[in-house]
Every structure is written in C-alpha cells, then in structure tokens.
C-alpha cells in the first residue's frame, strides 16, 4: 500500500471561474461519451445498420413499386428521408445513454462532485453531435454508392448537413429528457421505437405525402420530421419537393423553426428533471 | 479541528406519505470513523445523500466542517467522496480510464490524472484490470475502484453507503482491508452499514437509525453491553411448565427470563453459554419438563433493535424499556 494519498492534498484543484469549469467539465464529459464508442463498437455498427437497411429494403425492394412526383428516382428521393430518420433514431441513443448514468448512479457521484452542472448534458449533445456527423458521413457513402447525388453544390449540400444537425440537437434535449424521466435503459430502449416509427411512417420519408389520402397527407405534412426533409431535398437537388401547399413552400422555414421550437420545448423540461433528482 | 466534520440537527425529510428523516442529529468529530447502523428503511441513504448534496430536505440543518449543505453545495461538493451502494463507475470505461475521468473533473490535468489514476490501481490491487471494462470486474473488485474514484484527492470527509452489501466475505475482508488504509490520514469517514460487525471493524463510534432518527449512540463495545450476548432458548412440550422452566432459568442464568406463550418458549441471556446450557438440561431433566428444543443463539439485528429501542423495527410507538436489560456488561465473540 502505497502512502502518496497525504501527498495529494496540496494538488488539490483550485476553483476556476465558472465559465472555464462549464467548458472544462463539458469536454471531459464529451471525451468520455465518444470513448464510449470507441469502446462498444457494435453498438454502433447497431445503429448503422438500421438505416442502411432501409435504404436497400426500400430502395431496392419496395422502391420499384414506389411512385415519385416528378419522375425523380426513388432512391435519391429516399436518403434525405433516410438521413432525418436516422437522426430521429438518434433519440434511443442519447435517452439509453442518460437512462444509464442516471440508473446505475454514475450520475450521483457526477453531481456529488465539484463539477460544473451542465457538463452532463453538455458532454452528452456535444458527443452525440459528433456521432450524427459520423452517421451521415456513413450515408453519405452509401447513397454515393446506390446512386443518390447533391446535385446542387457542396456549399448547398452543407447546409443540408446542417440542417440534419440541427433536427439532431432537438432530438437529443428530447432523448435527454426521456433518459431522465424514465431511468431505466430497457424501458428506454422500448419506448422510442413506437414514438419514433409513426413519425417516420406519417412523414414525407418514404411516401410523398400528396399521395396520401388529404388529411393523413396533411399531418405528414406538418410533421417535423417532413420539414427537415422537404428542405433537404431542396438543398441536395433531390426529387419529391412536394406540392403548392404553404407548409411545402416554407420548408426551409420549418426545418429551422421545428427544432428550435422543439428545443425551447424539451430543454427546460430536462434541466428541470434534472433538478427533480435532488428531490 | 474543534469544528465536527458531520453535523445534522434535526434534519427532517419526507417523500409523500413516508417519512424518511425524522429529527435526524448526528455529530461526527473530525478524523473519526462513524458507523451508521440500522436495517433498511432506517434512512441511512438518505441522510448520506442529504450530506453529500444529492437531495434536498424540508428542515432542520446539516453541515460539512461547517458548511451548510444546502446553502454552501458548491463548497461542501469540494470537501467530500461518496462511494454508493451501487458501484457507481462508468462500467463501458476501463478501470485506468474512470480514474483518469473523474481525476480531470476533479480539475487535475492530463499527466497528474495518469499518476494518480497508476498509483491507485496499485493501491487498490487493480493493476493487472485496469485496461478491462469495469463492466466486467467482479463486485468486489468495482467496489475497490468505486473506493479508489472517492480517493483520487484525499477527501475531508468520505461517504461509505453499505459499501460491502453483497459480497462474499472474502472480497467483504478486502475492502475492509482498503478502507482501512485510507483512515487514520484524517479523512472522516461516515459509514452505513446493516451489519453490526461491519460497523464494529471499522467505525469508532457507532449511531443506530431506526424509522428515520438516531436511537442509540456509542462505541461498538457500548452498544454491545446493550444488546446482550447469547441467549438461552428452551421450548417446552406444555405450556403448564413454562412457568417452572422459567423460574429455573432465572435461578441459572441469573437473568430475568422472557416467556413467550404462543411459541411455548422460555429465554434469558447467559454468560457462561456451555456452564449454563448444560445446567439448565440436567435441571429441566430433574424437574421432569418434557422439552421440545434446547439451544444457545446469538441476538439477531431484529432483537439488538429490540433491546436498544425497546420495540421491533418498524413499530410505530416505543414502549418503555425492557427491564431485564440491567445495564450488563456482556461479551459477544465476534
């Protein structure tokens, strides 16, 4: 047994101002969320299997009986609903992640710590961002691969990443929020396949939805998930822009007004549940 | 060093319905060690979470060598190491890369997180794991490095929640082992543990909680002298006999005997355990009682409640206390 735990006392740390603790802590917190995926890489591989799936089952499969507005493709309809669905997908990722911090009692020992409050989360959006990027890049490649293009230059087609992103941060306060309110990682892992599904399948994602019966077609219309969609496929050059609608002419607008308004919704909701631990 | 590490002062604390804390004091004098003792649902957890900032209470004060925990957390989060009842490491993480995790948001950098992080590893005898996944170490083993995380920079006060519950006696001796070692270098350390022999080999001065407040205090060989040592216990075939039983009994022992009727049962503490067990035989042989079952047995948790609160656990209302606890000395081998 060593005795160098007396020596320690004078390295203890002094207290750094506020705002170099939050960024501090957050990006050690980042670190060891991407490390987490270094470590378990099948679960990622998990997660990219799921989308490149669809986009063969659909593309391939179900895609020759599909019909496109405007005789596009159907494949290169396909990605940019492929691209949000992952992110939406995303959702499991991030609310297994907090349900397990919170389940096991890591997240004890974190806020038992002199350690900045926001570096849970911080750590945890940031870590998922990079991991979104990750995943796109991997689509990115296989619809290179299956004949999908951005026909519209790379300046346009990086706005349509950051658009994708941008769906992804809201996704993430939402899964922050379901990790917290139900802390158990199964029932997690349950729960956001039947929220995610009918928001994938009620969408612009596989089907246009001008080719829905009218009032289903206008639900899909006004979903979220359509929004980032639609204004994808604008910026890629994609087919399927939809029709004359307000919302199919605004989608730009509400690719970047759903998820900040998504946002401004889950955020607080979180940090309030986190709060509630103390109760 | 005159300012207590642990203070609590009628701290209350109720979920709902349940009351958890209910008056809750404590004092625990710098660099001692301090057992808190009693069966779940006492409230042990919850006041170790009260002090280490997790939970809000609803009155009274607690503090960490004088900084209010409500009031001054931030403060009060610098001072303190809590290791959890659930090991509460990051099970993905190798043991090596959790040290170097909370060694960095500790405020260490890069290349002190590695020193401490090799050192503890050694200390802790985790060396030969610390590139395995904590998800895969034994339950002893977490608990070490569960420990180890607490010690990264020497805390002013640690938290140990049932810091052996569920482990073999073996990795149990092991960490006792560990926690051992870090004592004694002026950390205070406030334990909670259900076994009255845990708090025994590592706490100096011992609370037992029972239904959310402290109801006995003292040294290990304080409360033992309170609860009593073996017990004789005889049943006999009629209930006509007990009384005669009982009185013999008494006669032996020289302790006031306990009769329970519906279990046709006679019980007294003894000192002498072989002496007297085998008096009592020959005598109940004497007098003619037929007996069921003979036997020694030492007091289980239920019944050192019992005779330091002078009810079950979980009863609702204290009842005056037992007389036949004569403020006897007794020693119990442990």
């Given at each position: 047994?060593?005795?160098?735990?007396?020596?320690?006392?004078?390295?203890?740390?002094?207290?750094p101002?506020?705002?170099?603790r939050?960024?501090?802590?957050?990006?050690?917190?980042?670190?060891?969320?991407?490390?987490?995926?270094?470590?378990?890489?099948?679960?990622?591989?998990?997660?990219?299997?799921?989308?490149?799936?669809?986009?063969?089952?659909f593309?391939?499969?179900?895609?020759?009986?599909?019909?496109?507005?405007?005789?596009?493709?159907?494949?290169?309809f396909?990605?940019?609903?492929?691209?949000?669905?992952?992110m939406?997908?995303?959702?499991?990722?991030?609310?297994?992640?907090?349900?397990?911090?919170?389940?096991?009692?890591?997240?004890?020992?974190?806020?038992?710590?002199?350690?900045?409050?926001?570096?849970?989360?911080?750590?945890?959006?940031?870590?998922?961002?990079?991991?979104?990027?990750?995943?796109?890049?991997?689509?990115?490649?296989?619809?290179?691969?299956?004949?999908?293009?951005?026909?519209?230059?790379?300046?346009?087609?990086?706005?349509?990443?950051?658009?994708?992103?941008?769906?992804?941060?809201?996704?993430?306060?939402?899964?922050?929020?379901?990790?917290?309110?139900?802390?158990?990682?199964?029932?997690?892992g349950?729960?956001?396949?039947?929220?995610?599904?009918?928001l994938?399948?009620?969408s612009?994602?596989?089907?246009?939805?001008?080719?829905?019966?009218?009032?289903?077609?206008?639900?899909?219309?006004?979903?979220?998930?359509?929004?980032?969609?639609?204004?994808?496929?604008?910026?890629?050059?994609?087919?399927?822009?939809?029709?004359?609608t307000?919302?199919?002419?605004?989608?730009?607008?509400?690719?970047?007004?759903?998820?900040?308004?998504?946002?401004?919704?889950?955020?607080?909701?979180?940090?309030?549940?986190?709060?509630?631990?103390?109760? | 060093?005159?300012?207590?590490?642990?203070?609590?002062?009628?701290?209350?604390?109720?979920?709902?319905?349940?009351?958890?804390?209910?008056?809750?004091?404590?004092?625990?004098?710098?660099?001692?060690?301090?057992?808190?003792?009693?069966?779940?649902?006492?409230?042990?957890?919850?006041?170790?979470?009260?002090?280490?900032?997790?939970?809000?209470?609803d009155?009274?004060?607690?503090?960490?060598?004088?900084?209010?925990?409500?009031?001054d957390?931030?403060?009060?989060?610098?001072?303190?190491?809590?290791?959890?009842?659930?090991?509460?490491?990051?099970?993905?993480?190798?043991?090596?890369?959790?040290?170097?995790?909370?060694?960095?948001?500790?405020?260490?950098?890069?290349?002190?997180?590695?020193?401490?992080?090799?050192?503890?590893?050694?200390?802790?005898?985790?060396?030969?794991?610390?590139?395995?996944?904590?998800?895969?170490?034994?339950?002893?083993?977490?608990?070490?490095?569960?420990?180890?995380?607490?010690?990264?920079?020497?805390?002013?006060?640690?938290?140990?929640?049932?810091?052996?519950?569920?482990?073999?006696?073996r990795?149990?001796?092991?960490?006792?082992?560990?926690?051992?070692?870090?004592?004694?270098?002026?950390?205070?350390?406030?334990?909670?543990?259900?076994?009255?022999d845990?708090?025994?080999?590592?706490?100096?001065?011992?609370?037992?909680?029972?239904?959310?407040?402290?109801?006995?205090?003292?040294?290990?060989?304080?409360?033992?002298?309170?609860?009593?040592?073996?017990?004789?216990?005889?049943?006999?075939?009629?209930?006509?006999?007990?009384?005669?039983?009982?009185?013999?009994v008494?006669?032996?022992?020289?302790?006031?005997?306990?009769?329970?009727?519906?279990?046709?049962?006679?019980?007294?503490?003894?000192?002498?355990?072989?002496?007297?067990?085998?008096?009592?035989?020959?005598?109940?042989?004497?007098?003619?009682?037929?007996?069921?079952?003979?036997?020694?047995?030492?007091?289980?948790?239920?019944?050192?409640?019992?005779?330091?609160?002078?009810r079950?656990?979980?009863?609702?209302?204290?009842?005056?206390?037992?007389?036949?606890?004569?403020?006897?000395?007794?020693?119990?081998?442990?």
């Amino acid at each position: 047994m060593t005795t160098e735990l007396t020596a320690t006392r004078p390295i203890r740390p002094d207290q750094p101002d506020r705002q170099v603790r939050v960024l501090r802590d957050g990006w050690t917190m980042t670190k060891r969320n991407l490390s987490h995926v270094v470590r378990s890489p099948e679960e990622i591989a998990i997660y990219f299997s799921l989308p490149i799936m669809f986009v063969l089952v659909f593309g391939y499969v179900f895609g020759s009986g599909m019909m496109v507005p405007d005789d596009g493709s159907y494949r290169e309809f396909l990605l940019p609903g492929v691209f949000a669905m992952t992110m939406l997908y995303g959702m499991g990722a991030t609310g297994t992640a907090i349900a397990y911090d919170v389940g096991r009692g890591v997240v004890d020992r974190f806020r038992s710590m002199p350690v900045a409050r926001s570096a849970l989360v911080v750590g945890r959006s940031v870590a998922d961002l990079v991991r979104a990027v990750l995943e796109i890049t991997v689509l990115v490649v296989c619809g290179l691969a299956v004949g999908w293009q951005w026909h519209r230059g790379i300046g346009n087609a990086l706005l349509a990443v950051g658009l994708l992103l941008m769906l992804r941060i809201a996704i993430t306060w939402i899964g922050i929020y379901l990790g917290l309110a139900v802390p158990n990682p199964d029932v997690v892992g349950l729960i956001v396949f039947p929220l995610a599904f009918p928001l994938t399948a009620v969408s612009n994602v596989f089907v246009a939805p001008e080719l829905m019966p009218g009032w289903l077609g206008t639900i899909a219309e006004w979903n979220p998930l359509s929004a980032t969609v639609a204004a994808v496929r604008e910026l890629f050059g994609n087919p399927g822009l939809g029709g004359d609608t307000w919302i199919a002419q605004h989608s730009t607008l509400m690719a970047i007004g759903w998820p900040v308004l998504l946002t401004a919704i889950f955020a607080p909701l979180a940090v309030r549940r986190y709060q509630h631990l103390s109760r | 060093m005159n300012e207590p590490a642990i203070v609590a002062d009628g701290v209350r604390k109720r979920y709902g319905d349940t009351v958890a804390l209910d008056g809750f004091d404590l004092i625990v004098p710098a660099g001692t060690v301090h057992g808190l003792l009693g069966p779940n649902g006492a409230g042990k957890t919850t006041a170790v979470r009260i002090f280490a900032t997790l939970l809000r209470f609803d009155s009274g004060r607690a503090t960490i060598a004088g900084y209010d925990v409500a009031r001054d957390a931030g403060t009060v989060r610098g001072l303190i190491a809590l290791t959890g009842q659930y090991a509460a490491v990051d099970e993905v993480l190798s043991g090596r890369q959790n040290l170097l995790l909370f060694g960095q948001l500790l405020g260490l950098s890069k290349r002190q997180a590695r020193r401490r992080a090799d050192e503890l590893l050694e200390q802790f005898e985790l060396t030969d794991a610390a590139t395995k996944s904590a998800g895969q170490y034994s339950g002893g083993m977490r608990r070490r490095l569960d420990l180890a995380a607490s010690l990264i920079r020497t805390p002013d006060v640690l938290f140990l929640d049932e810091p052996t519950a569920g482990l073999d006696p073996r990795s149990r001796n092991r960490l006792w082992d560990a926690v051992r070692s870090v004592v004694g270098r002026g950390t205070t350390v406030l334990l909670t543990t259900q076994y009255l022999d845990e708090a025994d080999q590592l706490a100096d001065h011992i609370s037992v909680m029972d239904s959310g407040r402290v109801v006995a205090e003292g040294t290990a060989d304080d409360l033992k002298a309170r609860i009593g040592g073996d017990r004789i216990e005889v049943i006999v075939h009629h209930a006509g006999d007990l009384r005669t039983t009982a009185d013999l009994v008494e006669r032996i022992t020289a302790n006031r005997a306990d009769v329970d009727l519906d279990q046709r049962q006679v019980s007294a503490p003894v000192r002498e355990r072989v002496a007297a067990l085998t008096e009592v035989v020959r005598a109940l042989h004497d007098t003619g009682v037929a007996v069921e079952d003979i036997g020694l047995r030492r007091p289980t948790l239920d019944e050192a409640f019992l005779s330091l609160t002078g009810r079950p656990t979980g009863s609702p209302d204290p009842a005056p206390e037992p007389s036949h606890e004569s403020g006897r000395r007794e020693e119990i081998s442990a």
